[in-house]
């Protein structure tokens, strides 16, 4: 089987990207041929081995950033799709199927082609939460675009969770299939050598995972907790969020306590973990499935909030906190350390035992298969 994997950016090796490297190693191993199609890339060691093709167009069409609501957004966003939809096209007749990842890779493949869609998020501006007026009725306009043009393209369509399934069929009308994503429990493994009690935030810092409700929950536990540090724990990009949270943390002396790592490699991330007493993922919406999960088997306890897509998972296996209450939620991990030293050891068994790569990677391509026959 021939598979070509669509995805708009691979130069921020996030968690879409571990899904597909993961996924193209998978192929590759069990004697598929897989190329991965992409707009933009930078080297990285998982990468090797892999072919990944990233055409050359200008620099200011391929370049990857968090993306708000403006006008110069959706025009930026048309021209992704473009660049996309002629790359595909240019090369799909040689694969026996495509399998799409992030908007707007879905609209880029021609109908006639069997699809199996990832959809790892909903289409949206997830990193802009106050979209103006003047915008709204375009986005409204573009959800139900998506839709139709989305649906034409008859793809078979796997998602991570529950939750994610009653998002994702309030937006285009069926049921997708529910293929939870795998965790390196070997590689997240380590033993733990606390640091004071350390907060650690893995995420991309934007408007939508909510760094600024940590550091005014920071604000009121550095009272109660004399050796608190809060480590942000993600891509940085210069914008105005990134301003205002570090004017909130020069306003309320919180320099000596709050650190922003900016992107770094998963072994640096790990070492972090290794020193961290709680995870919190705080994002909004859509993203953060790995975060929490990896942070649970590197024997990290988690705090995550209800509005994440997993948080229905953390809660029906008891996995960790749920909830947005910060504050209240870290001073009683802090409290009870050793209860919940002990508690996270079986939530990490439950995470190895339960989330392997192998078992999402076989049911993808279980997927491609069926695809293909029926297509």
């Known amino acids: 089987m021939k598979v070509l994997i669509v995805h ?7 968690g879409a990207e571990i899904v597909i490297v993961k996924l193209a190693k998978y192929l590759q191993e069990h004697n598929h041929e ?5 707009l933009t890339s930078a080297h990285h060691d998982d990468y090797d081995e892999l072919d990944i093709i990233v055409p050359s167009f200008k620099e200011e069409r391929i370049q990857w ?4 609501g403006s006008l110069k957004t959706l025009h930026e966003l048309y021209q992704i799709y473009k660049s996309l939809r002629y790359i595909v096209r240019e090369r799909v007749n040689g694969y026996d199927v495509v ?7 879905i609209w880029a493949v021609p109908n006639n082609k069997p699809v199996v869609w990832q959809a790892n998020e909903i289409p949206d501006l997830w990193h802009n939460q106050k979209v103006s007026r003047v915008i709204n009725p375009f986005l409204n306009i573009g959800r139900y675009g998506d839709r139709v043009i989305s649906n034409s393209k008859k793809p078979l369509t796997v998602v991570a969770d529950k939750r994610m399934r009653s998002l994702f069929e309030h937006r285009y009308g069926y049921r997708p299939e529910i293929v939870h994503y795998g965790v390196d429990s070997e590689f997240w493994c380590c033993e733990k050598q606390y640091e004071g009690f350390t907060v650690i935030v893995p995420s991309m810092i934007t408007p939508s995972k909510r760094q600024m409700e940590i550091l005014q929950a920071a604000n009121i536990l550095k009272k109660h907790i004399p050796n608190l540090r809060v480590i942000f724990a993600g891509y940085k990009a210069r914008t ?3 301003f205002q949270l570090d004017k909130y943390i020069y306003d309320n002396s919180l320099r000596d306590i709050v ?3 900016g992107m770094i490699s998963r072994e640096q991330l790990r070492e972090l973990y290794r020193k961290s007493s709680v995870a919190i993922l705080s994002g909004s919406g859509q993203g953060s499935w790995l975060g929490g999960f990896e942070s649970l088997a590197t024997g990290t306890p988690i705090i995550i909030s209800p509005k994440l897509t997993c948080s229905e998972l953390v809660q029906s296996e008891r996995l960790g906190i749920v909830s947005d209450n910060y504050v209240d939620n870290v001073l009683e991990i802090y409290t009870h350390q050793e209860h919940y030293h002990k508690q996270v050891k079986w939530q990490k068994e439950w995470v190895r035992r339960n989330l392997t790569w192998d078992n999402y990677c076989s049911q993808m391509v279980d997927y491609m298969k069926v695809k293909l026959e029926y297509a």
């Open 8 to 14: 708009p950016q691979m130069a921020l090796y996030g």
């Open 34 to 38: 897989v190329t991965i199609l992409t």
């Open 65 to 68: 950033r968090p993306r708000d």
């Open 99 to 105: 399998n799409v990842h992030n908007f707007p890779a």
């Open 240 to 242: 105005l969020y990134s």
């Open 259 to 261: 650190s922003f790592t």
